[in-house]
Each structure stands twice: as structure tokens, then as C-alpha cells.
């Protein structure tokens, strides 16, 4: 979804596990649907560790949990990597997350959530050890994200970290423009080089 992004304060999803894929985030048999329908792909989220294959709720997963809401989510290490499916970002956007933070992800799905104005949220491992903690300790415990000044805070401690984004892509998602809109946008300085370099 397109839509300016500033300071986002909110409580988090924790999902504690390393090497999450993007098979995992959303399984294979659901990339045939080429439509980015955002309300299905969020359906879809997880959807294996969400859904027993009966069809039925699994209550032991955390989205499943009444106790644990917010537009961040919060995962392990290494979250992202496999095969570099798009449909990914669809689902964790669809879903409503609008940060996902993590020690680590994997390079083309960091390109895949920014593209879909989704912030991902590179942390140290000690910080986002000491998060986990502090979710688990109070599930409403609340973490601010500010885009402008690229930090991160966890307001329950205090703790605070500057996170990494390409200069670009943050004045994207602070405007929010994907590449066309940005293109369009400065269309006539586009033009008046090409006029001046002819």
C-alpha cells in the first residue's frame, strides 16, 4: 500500500526463528495467482504454520495469538532468504506489517519489502535479543520507528539503534512514491536534461 511513512509507533508480532524463507513467508503453490491482491497474499501469510491441514487454526502460532498485535514484526536472524519471490513482501504487506525487524535479511527481499513499503529494520543481535525479552515480558510493550532520523526504539527500555536504508528508497517511502511515481515526479528535469544533451 502506498502511503507516506514518518514515525510508526505500535506493538510488535515476535517470531523468534532464524532462517525464516520465503516459502515459509508464503508457500510455493500460492505464486500462481499473478495479481498482487493484497488482502489475499496477507491471508496467505504464514499460512503453513498458521494453518493445520485440516484447515483449522493453529493456536500455538503467534499471529494466532490474541496477545500479540502491531504493524512490526519481529523475527530472527537471516529472515527472507530462499528464492527471492516478490509475493513475499505481498503477503507481510497484506497482512498490515509495516516494519519488519531483524539482525539480518537477505539482500533481494530487503529490495522486495522497501518496493512495497514495507521498512525493513537491520538492528544488532543484542538488540533484538533484548526485544524479544521485552515482548515477552509485556506483549503490549510498544517499539517507535523513525524514518527521518533512522532509528529505532524500544520505549519500554530506552534502548535505541541507528538502522541502515539506501537514501533513496527512504525518500520514497517518506513521499510515499514507488519508481514510477518518483520517475514521473521529476519528469521535467528528466526532459530539460535530455534537451541539454542532445
Not at 2 to 14: D, E
Not at 64 to 93: D, K, M
Not at 150 to 171: D, M, R
Request: glycine share 6%; with cysteine.
Amino acid at each position: 500500500m502506498k502511503q507516506p511513512f514518518n514515525i510508526i509507533t505500535s506493538t510488535c508480532v515476535p517470531l523468534p526463528m532464524e532462517n525464516i524463507d520465503t516459502d515459509q513467508i508464503i508457500p510455493a503453490r500460492f505464486l500462481k495467482e499473478t495479481r498482487r491482491d493484497e488482502a489475499f497474499f496477507g491471508q496467505q501469510l504464514f499460512r503453513d504454520w498458521r494453518y493445520r491441514p485440516d484447515g483449522s487454526a493453529n493456536m500455538d502460532f503467534v499471529l494466532n495469538n490474541p496477545q500479540y498485535g502491531g504493524t512490526i514484526l519481529v523475527a530472527g536472524r537471516n529472515f527472507g532468504s530462499g528464492s527471492s519471490r516478490e509475493h513475499a513482501a505481498w503477503a507481510i504487506a497484506g497482512y498490515g506489517f509495516r516494519v519488519v525487524v531483524s539482525s539480518f535479511f537477505a539482500d533481494i527481499h530487503i529490495n522486495n519489502e522497501l518496493n512495497n513499503f514495507v521498512l525493513p529494520v537491520i538492528v544488532s543481535p543484542q538488540f533484538l535479543e533484548n526485544l524479544f525479552k521485552t515482548i515477552h515480558d509485556d506483549p503490549k510493550a510498544l517499539v517507535e520507528v523513525d524514518l527521518p532520523r533512522q532509528t529505532i526504539t524500544n520505549l519500554a527500555t530506552g534502548e535505541q539503534e541507528v538502522f541502515p536504508i539506501n537514501s533513496y528508497k527512504k525518500h520514497c517511502l517518506m513521499n510515499g512514491l514507488d519508481d514510477i511515481d518518483f520517475l514521473m515526479e521529476n519528469k521535467e528535469k528528466t526532459e530539460a536534461w535530455e534537451a541539454a544533451n542532445k
